[in-house]
Nanobody, 116 residues
Framework: QVQLVESGGGLVQPGGSLRLSCAAP????????MGWYRQAPGKQRELVAF???????NYADSVKGRFTISRDNAKNTVYLQMNSLKPEDTAVYYC??????????WGQGTQVTVSS
């Protein structure tokens, strides 16, 4: 099963910024819409943003205007720029295809903690 590798998380104060990165095998990245998901403690995993091969984007209402998803097709990498972070953004962030595909597993994710 193919797994993706997320990085870039950390501890940040409210109002701060972080940039997450996700490297994917070309065989997965080149043909799929890619998404960022997050799972907060005690909550279900949710899709927060996705980007198509052509660059069209979509965001959950909770992050709209604060998060920006982008992709570098030459590097097979998808990014999530997170600005104006709030404590409720605290979660483990994962990337994956959107929708999910058979054979593409979940990586270990990257922890984002927003706290003063």
């Amino acid at each position: 099963q193919v797994q993706l590798v997320e990085s870039g998380g950390g501890l940040v104060q409210p109002g701060g910024s972080l940039r997450l990165s996700c490297a994917a095998p070309r065989s997965i990245f080149s043909i799929n819409t890619m998404g960022w998901y997050r799972q907060a403690p005690g909550k279900q995993r949710e899709l927060v943003a996705f980007i198509t091969n052509s660059g069209s984007t979509n965001y959950a209402d909770s992050v709209k205007g604060r998060f920006t998803i982008s992709r570098d097709n030459a590097k097979n990498t998808v990014y999530l720029q997170m600005n104006s972070l709030k404590p409720e953004d605290t979660a483990v962030y994962y990337c994956n295809t959107a929708p999910l595909r058979v054979g593409v597993g979940w990586g270990q994710g990257t922890q984002v903690t927003v706290s003063s």
